[in-house]
């Protein structure tokens, strides 16, 4: 079911940032610490492109880290206008093309999915019986879902690079879903380049590129094909031979290959910008490194600032290993419990670094948001819905209102900030929980209708 006013609803999402960009004034959403991050910031990278100007390694001090890429992309147009101000208004432009460019990729991976849903219902028999024609065209709510949230609003119209790292991360989901390696491989590097944790994303685009987009599991394909009976063995086999997927390890070594070959361009270019500089050695000190340990506590809307800037300098290096193997332990699970839909396992893994990165931002709740919209159908029995909707209205609210009272009027302290930052968290933690758990019961359903 096609959403009506589709192309109007998204003129007006992209003539409100225009709006905002071009005459909201200064509404010092640079400052704000849940929306520009000391990766994201593009006051930072100002500072580092004028280190690099001044044949200074973009590194020097504690102010730039992140990628040398973006120094020669954005940073000519972080240069002082005729004005006297920071011409951030340019990249702030091309931060709305790039949401945009970013929704109609999440639009096209939804169609895809929506294909591949239909042909896996159609296979099965369950068209009547899911009614199909009822569903919503999941694309066009996820782009919708990804325009016109408030937290990617503010993160394109308050200078920072959070819609680039999400776009990066679009585009590696949409080349897996489409079995493009290059433009897959494109996407996975880059992501990775820029911040580290979408490294995790190699489990659900290998899984995308071997067995395709997201179907029911391989158990009631078996089901349906147990329940025929032998006469029409032979036409239902002919009907699913292309349902009961096989790895395909061609388009997966294709990938492979890609995303050496970009890797080594990335790593080349890095190094010609840092030449003269520094070198590649500080790069990932300065960015990987940075990221890894933890050394800037200013506020954010995580709970690792609060954390790190209260344990004892003995057990830090402890709770950086336990923080950042945490993400790492969740893969493999989530992997063999949802391998058969890699597309909402990558929606997962995406939340999840959201929720536990060390430098989080609303950029980061933007991307996933909009990746959930993609199973709409799947998850249109979700619990709890009411009270994530309303929570995160309140976070966002209390969130800047907690800050000012703590920095600003000093009538509060870093306690009433980081109860916002905890209960985002548990926000955040409900939601996949149950996201999981309705997209296990939707499988669930699926099967109970084919044994019926």
Same mark, same amino acid.
């Given at each position: 079911m096609?959403?009506?006013?589709?192309? +109007?609803?998204?003129?007006?999402?992209?003539?409100?940032?225009?709006?905002?960009?071009l005459f909201g004034g200064d509404l010092h959403l640079a400052s704000r610490p849940e929306v520009s991050t000391p990766l994201t910031s593009l006051r930072r990278l100002a &500072?580092?492109?004028?280190?690099?100007?001044?044949?200074?390694?973009?590194?020097?001090? %504690?102010?730039? *880290?992140?990628?040398?890429?973006?120094?020669?992309?954005?940073?000519?147009?972080?240069?002082?206008?005729?004005?006297?101000? *920071?011409? *951030?208004?340019?990249?702030?432009? /091309?931060l709305v093309a790039v949401d945009f460019l970013a929704a109609m990729l999440i639009r096209a991976t939804g169609?895809?999915?929506?294909?591949?849903?239909?042909? %896996?219902?159609?296979?099965?028999?369950?068209?009547?019986?899911?009614?199909? %024609?009822?569903?919503?065209?999941?694309?066009? $709510?996820?782009?919708? $879902?990804?325009?016109?949230?408030?937290?990617? $609003?503010?993160?394109?119209?308050?200078?920072?690079? %959070?819609?680039?790292e999400n776009l990066m991360v679009?585009?590696? /989901?949409?080349?897996?879903?489409?079995?493009?390696? +290059?433009?897959?491989?494109?996407?996975?590097?880059?992501?990775?380049h820029l911040s580290l944790y979408p490294a995790i994303l190699i489990v659900p685009v290998i899984l995308l590129?071997?067995?395709?987009?997201?179907? +029911?599991?391989?158990?009631?394909?078996?089901?349906k094909s147990s329940s025929?009976?032998?006469?029409?063995?032979s036409a239902y086999e002919k009907k699913t031979s292309l349902k009961v997927r096989r790895f395909s390890r061609i388009t997966v070594l294709n990938f492979i290959f890609w995303l050496f070959i970009w890797s080594c361009y990335v790593l080349l270019l890095s190094s010609i910008i840092l030449k003269k500089v520094g070198g590649l050695n500080e790069m990932f000190e300065k960015t990987y490194g940075f990221i890894l340990t933890v050394k800037d506590l200013s506020p954010n809307i995580g709970v690792l600032w609060y954390f790190f800037a209260e344990v004892f300098?003995?057990?830090?290096?402890?709770?950086?290993?336990?923080?950042?193997?945490?993400? /790492?332990?969740?893969?493999?699970?989530?992997? /063999?419990?949802?391998?058969?839909?890699?597309c909402f396992l990558a929606f997962v893994y995406t939340a999840i670094v959201a929720m536990l990165k060390s430098y989080p931002s609303a950029g980061d709740s933007a991307l996933y948001l909009g990746l959930l919209g993609l199973f709409a159908n799947e998850l249109a029995e979700m619990q709890f819905t009411f009270f994530l909707f309303f929570g995160y209205i309140g976070v966002s609210l209390l969130s800047p209102v907690m800050h000012n009272l703590w920095i600003w009027r000093g009538t509060g302290n870093a306690n009433f900030y980081f109860a916002t930052g905890l209960a985002y968290t548990c926000l955040?933690?409900?939601?996949?929980? &149950?996201?999981?758990?309705?997209?296990i019961k939707h499988d669930r359903k699926l099967r109970l209708l084919v044994t019926s």
């Open positions: 096609a959403i009506r006013y589709y192309w +109007p609803m998204v003129v007006a999402a992209v003539g409100f940032r225009l709006v905002l960009v &500072e580092g492109y004028w280190l690099n100007q001044a044949s200074m390694s973009p590194y020097s001090g %504690s102010m730039y *880290h992140g990628s040398p890429l973006l120094l020669s992309v954005l940073g000519p147009l972080t240069s002082k206008g005729s004005g006297g101000k *920071h011409a *951030h208004v340019y990249c702030s432009l /091309i169609r895809r999915l929506q294909m591949s849903r239909n042909r %896996s219902l159609k296979s099965l028999d369950l068209t009547k019986a899911v009614n199909i %024609s009822a569903n919503v065209n999941a694309g066009d $709510i996820a782009s919708l $879902i990804y325009l016109w949230n408030p937290w990617a $609003i503010v993160t394109c119209v308050g200078s920072c690079t %959070s819609p680039i679009v585009i590696m /989901i949409y080349g897996a879903c489409s079995r493009l390696a +290059p433009l897959a491989a494109f996407g996975y590097v880059m992501a990775t590129l071997g067995y395709g987009p997201d179907a +029911p599991p391989t158990k009631v394909f078996l089901l025929a009976s032998k006469s029409d063995m300098d003995f057990f830090r290096s402890f709770f950086l290993i336990v923080f950042n193997m945490n993400i /790492i332990f969740m893969v493999l699970p989530l992997a /063999i419990r949802l391998k058969h839909r890699p955040q933690t409900v939601l996949v929980v &149950e996201s999981v758990g309705s997209m």
